[in-house]
């Protein structure tokens, strides 16, 4: 359960394995696997929409998208941490996630 999850992140720090810290996350933010999460319409809507989007050209289209990409280059910081992406992958990764959350926000 989460509530198992969190008390074993809180008892054991964070020594977690980088392993399973992927798992980990999806279970604190979605509260589902990762497998379930991919498995579901809206990682197959961000799949489709990240293969069919240049995103480094929406990056300089707004103001917000610009917001967002300076935003994700600094939180990207704290992400290279705790895996094994450099900065750039990180930042790549986070600014694409924010965009398609922008988008459905707005346009659905």
Known sequence: TLDQLKNLFINEGMNVDD??????????????SIHAITQGSLADSYIKWKNDTDISKIIHQTKRSKWIHREASILAERIVTTTNLSADQATD???????FYHKADHHS
Not at 19 to 32: G, I, Y
Not at 93 to 99: E, K
């Open 19 to 32: 392993k399973h810290r992927p798992e980990l996350w999806a279970r604190f933010v979605c509260t589902k």
């Open 93 to 99: 990764a986070l600014t694409s996630l924010l965009l």
